[in-house]
């Protein structure tokens, strides 16, 4: 089969399209025929890890080490990225009772990646459900990632109907899914974005958008219940004063500063800090597939490029232009 490999680390031009071996499933494993795979944050930044600094890097220096050992120190462990996807169920093994053969499928991988390629195999168990049938598959492969991150991290946050909420990085992966499950929640949100992305949040549903380029929501006055800080770019002594006195904001990016406010707020006052790791469930992508049959969630696919141009799709990921989502498709 073929599969866009990468043996060192880099720019985009790393990424090579390469016939590799197909899997087999194993007898609790579904083989999918991989048919969309978007380009997400974790894919830019596994492809250049070596290169990530502890300042870029958004989260507590000994993950850093932890993630290096999973991703490689000076080349890549791991040599096909691609952490969700959408497909087609070829096979399965014998032990398998959710899928068939036939199955129209969304999933996603995490930190194993694999999905940059023409097909892969996960346990029946593992976070994948059905696609919703209103999506292509270039639409249902952006859904998984943001989706199971933000049902588990917005519930983290203790998120309520009728509150206030402002996700800051409102157009990304988690912050795309962010703003559409907190109005399930019946929230008022707020979506914090770059200029180039302002009408996608908006066609997302947020009430109000913010353009982080021109305006500070720390200075604007309006006090939050919940701030979703999806890369920890808003400091808590900055933000205090834009949340109510029982407001929280919940860092899915954090520093062990964050973790010692976490802990200090835990103890004093009645604003909280919250850090959280997302817990990856199933259930969580059979429920996003239900909102987005019923039209209560989308997703907007900026550009497909096949295969043999997954360079030129990861350059435009990475250029600020995207306006949605950017997809690689297979076959
Ligand atoms: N806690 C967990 O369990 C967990 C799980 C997975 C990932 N993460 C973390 O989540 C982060 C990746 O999230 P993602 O995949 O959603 O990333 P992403 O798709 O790259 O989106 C990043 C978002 O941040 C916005 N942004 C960029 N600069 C900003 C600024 N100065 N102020 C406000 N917003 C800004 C971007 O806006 P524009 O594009 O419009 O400029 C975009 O909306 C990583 O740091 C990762 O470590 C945490």
């Known amino acids: 089969m073929k599969a866009i490999v990468y043996t060192e680390f880099g720019p985009p031009d790393v990424l090579h399209l390469k016939e590799v071996e197909k899997p087999a499933p194993k007898d609790n494993e579904i083989l999918v025929r991989v048919h969309a795979t978007p380009v997400s944050y974790g894919d830019m930044t596994a492809r250049n890890f070596k290169n990530i600094s502890s300042r870029k890097f958004h989260m507590p220096l000994p993950l850093l080490f932890a993630t290096r050992m999973v991703f490689g120190f000076n080349k890549p462990k791991i040599n ?6 959408a497909g087609e169920v070829e096979a399965i093994g014998k032990d398998v009772i959710r899928f068939k053969a036939g199955d129209q499928v969304m999933g996603y991988l995490g930190q194993r990646m694999g999905a940059y390629a023409e097909y892969l195999c996960m346990p029946e168990d593992g976070s994948v ?3 919703p049938s209103n999506m292509t598959y270039a639409e249902a492969a952006t859904v998984p990632y ?3 991150m933000a049902t588990s991290l917005l519930r983290k946050g203790n998120i309520q109907s009728g509150q206030k909420v402002l996700v800051n990085g409102a157009s990304g992966g988690i912050g795309s899914a962010a703003v559409q499950l907190a109005k399930h929640y019946g929230a008022e949100v707020t979506g914090v974005c770059g200029t180039q992305r302002l009408d996608f949040v908006k066609a997302l549903g947020a009430d109000k958008v913010i353009d982080y380029t021109k305006e500070d929501f720390t200075q604007n006055g309006e006090a939050y219940d919940l701030i979703f800080d999806i890369l920890g770019k808003s400091s808590f002594a900055q933000s205090k004063r834009s949340l109510t006195a029982t407001g929280r904001i ?11 406010q976490m802990l200090w707020t835990s103890l004093f006052g009645s604003q909280k800090v919250i850090c959280a790791m997302a817990s990856e469930k199933s259930e969580d992508l059979v429920f996003v597939k239900e909102q987005v049959e019923a039209g209560k969630f989308h997703t907007i696919v900026d550009r497909c490029y096949p295969m043999e141009r997954a360079a030129e799709a990861h350059r435009y990921a990475e250029s600020g232009q995207k306006r949605g989502f950017v997809v690689i498709t297979m076959g």
């Open 80 to 85: 096909v990225l691609g952490s969700e996807f």
């Open 129 to 131: 459900a059905k696609k």
């Open 250 to 260: 919940l860092y899915a990016s954090f520093k062990t500063k964050h973790l010692l």
């Open 146 to 148: 943001g989706a199971i």
